[in-house]
């Protein structure tokens, strides 16, 4: 079985600071986990993948995770928030042992000017 | 635009009734799948159907039931509804039936109220 938690459900930082936002994951086989983003009132987007390989992963919009094994961690993070990164983001699990993706709970990032 | 189409956009209904959802997957993409997020459950996966055929199968009801026609497009179909199936339904797809390797492009999504 596999199992997402997202620590923190809202976050808020200032225009222009350092964004973290923290994924740890549990799973049997070796994971492919992801980062989504939901802007309101939208489906989700993909912002980036991690599958094998360089466990620097970098996305869209600036974002970047890194993949810790030792520590079943895959964090989001991005060097200076926009205003326009406000939404909820969604850290994901999948495995080729299965089909489905299983998503955690969701952190809601909000940027103060 | 993920290139993903739902319809409707938003449904009212009342407890007891059935309701169908509509997905049409972006041109090419022989993979859809459902997905419902609500308040109290998250996001939860529902079943995943890859060229007309049931792929996958997450925590879906057995008032649920989805298909996926030779045209690729999917329906949901909810019946006896509650008033705890009230959420946002999305449908998503990808190229194969790879599923978790595969990026999943998600549409709108379909905003049920069931009153």
């Known amino acids: 079985a596999q199992s997402v938690t997202q620590l923190g459900s809202h976050v808020s930082v200032s225009e222009g600071a350092l964004v973290l936002l923290r994924c740890n994951y549990s799973?049997?086989?070796?994971?492919?986990l992801f980062w989504y983003v939901q802007y309101p009132n939208q489906g989700l987007q993909l912002l980036l993948k991690?599958?094998?390989?360089?466990?620097l992963v970098k996305g869209i919009n600036g974002f970047e995770a890194e993949f810790k094994k030792s520590e079943t961690s895959f964090h989001l993070t991005k060097p200076s928030a926009h205003m326009s990164d406000a939404a909820e983001y969604f850290c994901?699990?999948?495995?080729?042992?299965?089909?489905?993706?299983?998503f955690g709970g969701g952190t809601r990032l909000m940027v103060k000017p | 635009d993920s290139g993903v189409t739902q319809t409707p956009k938003h449904l009212i209904t009342a407890t007891g009734q059935r309701v169908t959802l509509r997905c049409s997957p972006r041109?090419?993409?022989?993979?859809v799948y459902w997905y419902q997020q609500s308040l109290d459950q998250g996001l939860q996966f529902l079943i995943q159907?890859?060229?007309?055929?049931?792929?996958a199968k997450g925590n879906i009801l057995e008032r649920f039931s989805a298909q996926q026609f030779p045209d690729l497009h999917s329906e949901l179909n909810l019946s006896s509804l509650e008033l705890g199936d009230s959420a946002l339904y999305f449908c998503?797809?990808?190229?194969?039936?790879?599923?978790?390797?595969?990026?999943?492009?998600f549409g709108p999504g379909t905003r049920l109220l069931v009153l």
């Open positions: 991690y599958t094998t390989g360089a466990t």
């Open positions: 159907y890859y060229n007309g055929e049931e792929r």
């Open positions: 994901a699990v999948g495995s080729n042992a299965g089909n489905m993706l299983t």
């Open positions: 799973s049997s086989v070796p994971p492919y």
């Open positions: 041109s090419g993409d022989l993979s």
């Open positions: 998503a797809s990808s190229v194969g039936g790879g599923g978790a390797l595969e990026t999943q492009y």
